[in-house]
């Protein structure tokens, strides 16, 4: 149980153009899912917290408007890198949460050219 | 004061010992606690949670947790090359769902 997808698992496209990444918990509804970044060899780095049904939160310096969260049913949560610029190639990770437990997805990860 | 802090190694173990692996934390009102494992490349992957002081044992894994002094341990018993990844401590702040993360202990396992 608590497997939690995302798709695709890789992407590149080029600087100025926008990319949808899903995460979807695949045996159990998610009330709440979290997107994270991470650079390579550092840790991971809370972008949002999505709310299935009412806005997402940001943490503080992450642009809500370059980094759309949609959350739209209990198991389906989007992020969309909106204008991509090389500096937000990263590897992007989503988890959806039992209680206190966080599942996290396999991952993103996304080169802009 | 990080909230989560724990050694960043690398920390090196020959095939089949114990490895132990050390995360302190800052609120003393955090209650839950867990340990992710993360291979190069990888996502993050749960592998012990604990919400109570002592011991906790799953297979090769024990965690163990002293709320008294603010840490929260891993233990692996006869340890494999396999083993070999990032170990992630993380904790839930206050009564907040989300978690924080210490920056890591980089595990090598040497056959």
């Given amino acids: ?113 | 004061q990080k909230e989560v802090e724990q050694n960043s190694g690398p920390l090196s173990v020959p095939e089949g010992a114990i490895a132990s692996l050390n995360c302190t934390y800052s609120d003393r009102g955090s209650q839950s606690f867990f340990w992710y494992r993360q291979y190069s490349g990888k996502s993050p992957e749960l592998i012990m949670f604990i919400y109570s002081n002592g011991d906790k044992e799953d297979g090769r894994f024990t965690a163990q947790l002293n709320k008294a002094s603010q840490y929260v341990s891993l233990l692996i018993r006869d340890s494999q090359p396999s083993d070999s990844a990032t170990y992630l401590c993380a904790v839930n702040i206050g009564s907040a769902r989300q978690l924080t993360f210490g920056s890591g202990t980089q595990l090598t396992v040497l056959p």
Wanted: glycine share 6%; charged share 15%.
């Fill in chain 1, 1 to 113: 149980g608590a497997v939690v997808s995302q798709h695709p698992s890789w992407v590149i496209c080029k600087s100025g153009t926008s990319v949808k990444i899903e995460c979807r918990s695949l045996d159990f509804q998610a009330t709440t899912m979290f997107w994270y970044r991470q650079f390579p060899k550092q840790s991971l780095m809370l972008m949002a917290t999505s709310n299935e049904g009412s806005k997402a939160t940001y943490e503080q310096g992450v642009e809500k408007d370059k980094f759309l969260i949609n959350h739209a049913s209990l198991t389906l949560s989007t992020l969309t890198v909106t204008s991509a610029h090389p500096e937000d190639s990263s590897f992007y990770i989503c988890s959806a949460t039992i209680a206190y437990e966080q599942y996290f997805g396999p991952g993103t990860r996304l080169t802009v050219t």
